[in-house]
């Protein structure tokens, strides 16, 4: 069984930071993996999909790798702004349609 | 261009009564994915429908729970009868293409769910 973890739970750093958040799920078959942004009240919003044969992926300041054979993605948010604030889920798909999610990690980017 | 819309917004009923929660896809979208949200066990997928049908319900909770999509613009989950436990946020996703595109799902706003 999928089980997709993330690491820390809860991040808060200072405006401008580079950050890094984890993310590890325990199988390898996946078809590709996925992060998204939530914010409160509201729901999920793509912002990066890392496909299985892909080794990263870019969009703006943030930047996802995935690594199949240890199990692990990373998501670099560079300079980054109080507007990241937000809770980041990583998810990975199984199957035919299935997401596996993780419970995410919030981000509190102070001023 | 309209995102997925997702009614009621929020919903407060008590244990035992019918609660159905609605879901319009983004046009021209034929995956439609039915999660819950819930800070023990996170987001959980609970059905999906490919064009219409449902492929996959295996993450529906229990015989309570049912889901619908009688067209391609309109999905209903139904729970009944509820459960203090099935207080959650349920979202509505939606998804181009099928089988293995790799394009991401749309999430509408969600429902938050209160049963007393």
């Known amino acids: 069984k999928q089980e997709v973890t993330q690491i820390p739970a809860a991040l808060s750093v200072p405006e401008g930071e580079n950050l890094v958040l984890n993310c590890s799920f325990t199988?390898?078959?996946?078809?590709?993996l996925q992060w998204f942004r939530q914010d409160p009240g509201k729901g999920l919003t793509s912002l990066l999909l890392?496909?299985?044969?892909?080794r990263e992926q870019t969009s703006g300041r943030l930047n996802a790798s995935l690594d199949k054979s240890s199990g692990r993605s990373t998501l670099y948010i560079a300079a980054s702004q109080p507007g990241d604030s937000a809770t980041y889920l990583c998810?990975?798909?199984?199957?035919?349609?299935?997401?596996?999610f993780g419970k995410g990690t919030k981000l509190t980017v102070n001023p | 261009d309209a995102g997925v819309i997702q009614s009621p917004r929020h919903e407060v009923t008590e244990m035992g009564q019918e609660v159905t929660l609605r879901c319009k896809p983004i046009?021209?979208?034929?995956?439609l994915f039915w999660y819950r949200q819930t800070m023990m066990r996170g987001l959980e997928l609970l059905i999906y429908?490919?064009?219409?049908?449902?492929?996959?319900d295996s993450g529906m909770p229990e015989d309570r729970f049912s889901a619908k999509m009688p067209n391609a613009s309109f999905s209903t989950l139904k729970i009944q009868p509820s459960e203090p436990r099935d207080s959650a946020v349920y979202f509505c996703?939606?998804?181009?293409?099928?089988?293995?595109?790799?394009?991401?799902?749309?999430f509408g706003d969600g429902t938050r769910l209160s049963i007393l």
């Open positions: 996703a939606s998804r181009p293409g099928a089988g293995n595109s790799n394009q991401p799902q749309h």
């Open positions: 998810a990975a798909r199984i199957g035919s349609e299935k997401l596996v």
């Open positions: 890392i496909q299985s044969s892909q």
């Open positions: 429908f490919n064009n219409n049908v449902p492929i996959d």
């Open positions: 046009s021209g979208h034929n995956s």
């Open positions: 199988d390898s078959a996946i078809y590709n």
